[in-house]
């Protein structure tokens, strides 16, 4: 089956310091990759997509995330966190059927 | 903020009862999807519905259910309901049922079976 692995579970990072966290993708045809992020208490926000051209996504937010077909990773990136940035960030795929197939996520602790 | 709406907010019952959780897409969407939060399943997909028709189901018990109304707002209903039924349920829309359509979530209904 298709699946999205997360292999960061939490990740603390300064406020200024740059971020990145991982995903990884199992088989499949061009994966419909998307980057969602889970403030505390609140839903789920769509940070970014890639459906296809461009392998370097911008989304909002400041960040950014770079599909690599070879390594089957659509990692996201911020070049420097806000404390606002602390949060749970989940990777997705659509699968068939048209669901969204998530990763575990990664929670991020920013520090002062 | 998404334009997906959800109500309640919170919902605290206990085990074996009935409620329904209620899903507002955002305007002119006609897929609505269903998720299921919990700490030891993660986010999983539950069904979609598609202009008022079911279109995909995944991991939804059979306690579960779900429909789409004319006015294409939706509603999960769970019952007899179990401890381990406590989660963040989240309805998301989409504008079609295309592949490339992009879903956006609501805020979540977080439910507690005590």
């Known amino acids: 089956a298709q699946s999205v692995t997360q292999p960061d579970i939490h990740i603390t990072v300064s406020e200024g310091a740059s971020l990145e966290l991982r995903c990884n993708y199992s088989y499949g045809a061009t994966p419909y990759l998307f980057w969602y992020v889970q403030s505390p208490g609140q839903g789920l926000q769509l940070l970014l997509k890639?459906?296809?051209?461009?392998?370097l996504v911008q989304g909002i937010k400041g960040f950014e995330a770079e599909f690599k077909r070879s390594q089957s990773s659509f990692n996201l990136r911020k070049p420097s966190v806000h404390w606002s940035d602390a949060a749970e960030y989940f990777c997705a795929r659509k699968a068939a059927g048209n669901k969204l197939t998530f990763g575990g996520g990664t929670r991020v602790l920013v520090k002062p | 903020d998404s334009g997906v709406t959800q109500t309640p907010k919170h919902l605290i019952t206990a085990t074996g009862q009935r409620v329904t959780l209620r899903c507002s897409p955002r305007?002119?969407?006609?897929?609505v999807y269903w998720y299921q939060q919990s700490l030891d399943q993660g986010l999983q997909f539950l069904i979609q519905y598609y202009n008022g028709e079911e279109r995909a189901k995944g991991n939804i018990l059979e306690r579960f259910s779900a429909q789409q109304f004319p006015d294409l707002h939706s509603e999960l209903n769970l019952s007899s309901l179990e401890l381990g039924d406590s989660a963040l349920y989240f309805c998301a829309s989409s504008v079609a049922e295309v592949f490339a359509d992009t879903q956006y979530f609501g805020p979540g209904t977080r439910l507690t079976v005590l």
């Open positions: 890639y459906f296809s051209g461009d392998t």
């Open positions: 305007s002119g969407d006609l897929s």
